[in-house]
């Protein structure tokens, strides 16, 4: 039997940010790693951070006195340095606190990073506790990202930059979706 398309799933591919905070405030409030799960949600949407990205994050490109993160970004995108929001920063610095002397952000109880597949399993324990009825996958919240940018105002080039794009192409989806480029619309009748 064929695998289903995402069409037959879901009617968009990513979280609207009401979406994105009861996710996030389901995450904290659940399971032994609570703080773990959150951070890398909040980490995946903020940056716009793939999966397999995400759970290879290492405390070396980290910057807490700066405020900063290096993303090695993968697939062919354009690494860079992002700064961190101060909320970004105190989430960090408790989950060092939390896991001390681990290289990865998001250790698993082997003392190694979480799998993309651990975080596709928070994810789904995660959605039981929300009303959300929309089935939620990892790579939607890199989409939020480009979404939540694009809906903002900000410039095609500037969030391809951001998110690694070296195709602009894959960046005006983004553009081209956002419902606030009709706004100014009025209708007589």
Known sequence: MPRKTNEEYRSREYLRPDELTELLQAASARGRHQHRDYTILLLMYRHGLRVSEAVTLRWDAISLKSGSIYIKRLKGS????????????????????????????????????????????????????????????????????????????????????????RNINYTELYTKLNANRFKDFTWDV
Do not use: W
């Open 78 to 165: 354009d690494s860079g340095e992002h700064p961190l929001q101060p909320d970004e920063v105190a989430a960090l610095e408790q989950l060092k606190q939390i896991y001390p002397g681990t290289k990865f952000l998001f250790p698993s109880e082997r003392g190694k990073h979480i799998s993309p597949d651990a975080v596709r399993k928070v994810l789904n324990r995660t959605l039981e506790l929300t009303d959300l009825e929309i089935k939620v996958h990892p790579h939607m919240f890199r989409h939020a990202c480009g979404y939540f940018l694009a809906n903002k105002g900000y410039n095609t080039r500037r969030i391809q930059d951001y998110l690694g794009h």
